[in-house]
């Protein structure tokens, strides 16, 4: 097969539309990972660019060539059955917790616009969308993150720059930051995106048809992830002495520009809310194919039926209770992707089902 660009950049916008949640566009994320370091946080955006582009580059190989379907066929690769399935149902634990996050971050996105009757409209919303990216499976994931990545980036970097044009060069006391190592944060940082994006990349095995795209899909991903990382970090860095005062960074960075930004900085954080829900819906729904012999629409379709009742109450405590394990289970799977290279891969089990 020959190279594709369209198919390359398709790939590349879905690894950027994975990795770019409502955390990253809000700039919370950047914050506490990076900004929040001072000077040195440039310098740990370049470290976790550098490994989340080895980690994407390794899970697309081993995904085309071996022609992998769903996360649990490469996590065997990765770690051998006995390991690959005894993370299994955590993974997928962790898909279903992420997408009832999001579903109702969505319900919370619409209850600001419309008052408190908006939150279930929101969650229905965002089920709806969700089921019609996966009536087009693969495909239909990979043409929603061509179309609206490149609006949610270029709307970011628009507003980073009017900012930056705005502001007085970095102050001396800012530039200073935290006297503490930068290397473990952006390891975190990296592990934090490792399931989702083992998810999304494991079902595109069928779609990569040259090693070419996987190259241009790598490098064109850390690119936009780095450039956009690196331009918003700057701006964050600006308003330190602002941060408390902001539950989402990014509204700071709009006080000085029209007050229709205000809308359009909640919609751009409805499109990132909507990216990660339909990656993460995305490999729980091949994951479940392996179980139900249904087209994957309607097991979506069944998953939010149980989800969207469930969106609608707190989850302080699930997200309390399981984030610190799926924290552990973030760099275990991110350390045996590094290391894949470089040891004997474990042939799979017959005994695991995948």
Not at 276 to 302: D, E, K, N
Not at 336 to 343: D, R
Request: proline share 4%.
């Amino acid at each position: 097969m020959s190279f594709s660009i369209i198919r390359s950049l398709k790939i590349s916008m879905t690894i950027v539309g994975t990795t770019i949640g409502a955390g990253f566009a809000s700039g919370r994320e950047i914050w506490e990972f990076f900004s929040s370091y001072g000077e040195s946080s440039q310098v740990g955006i370049v470290i976790s660019m550098v490994i989340l582009w080895l980690a994407g580059m390794i899970l697309m190989l081993i995904s085309w060539k071996k022609q992998t379907s769903r996360y649990s066929e490469l996590l065997a690769y990765l770690m051998g059955p006995f390991f690959a399935k005894l993370i299994d149902g955590l993974i997928l634990l962790s898909l279903l917790t992420t997408t009832m996050v999001m579903m109702a971050g969505s319900g919370a996105t619409f209850e600001q616009w419309f008052g408190p009757s908006g939150f279930f409209a929101g969650c229905l919303v965002m089920a709806v969308a969700v089921l019609i990216v996966l009536l087009f499976d693969v495909e239909g994931l990979l043409s929603i993150n061509v179309v609206l990545i490149p609006v949610l980036m270029a709307i970011l970097i628009y507003v980073c720059f009017q900012f930056l044009e705005s502001v007085d060069p970095l102050s001396d006391s800012v530039k200073r930051g935290a006297n503490q190592p930068i290397w473990p944060t952006a390891i975190a940082y990296t592990a934090f995106n490792i399931i989702s994006l083992l998810a999304v990349l494991s079902t595109m095995g069928k779609q990569i048809k040259h090693t070419g795209e996987v190259w241009f899909a790598g490098i064109t991903s850390t690119l936009c992830l780095g450039g956009l990382a690196y331009i918003y970090n700057n701006s964050l860095l600006r308003i330190e002495h602002l941060i408390s005062q902001y539950e989402i960074p990014l509204f700071a960075l709009v006080e000085h520009i029209s007050p229709i930004w205000i809308a359009v900085i909640s919609s751009v954080l409805w499109l990132a809310i909507y990216t990660t829900a339909v990656s993460s819906m995305h490999g729980l729904v091949f994951r479940l194919s392996a179980y139900m012999p249904l087209p994957r629409v309607v097991i979506g379709f069944i998953c939010m039926i149980i989800l969207l009742p469930l969106s609608q109450i707190g989850f302080a405590k699930l997200v309390e209770v399981l984030y610190p394990i799926f924290g552990v289970i973030n760099l275990s799977i991110l350390a045996s992707i590094l290391l894949y290279p470089f040891i004997q891969p474990t042939p799979m089990g017959r005994h695991y089902k995948l």
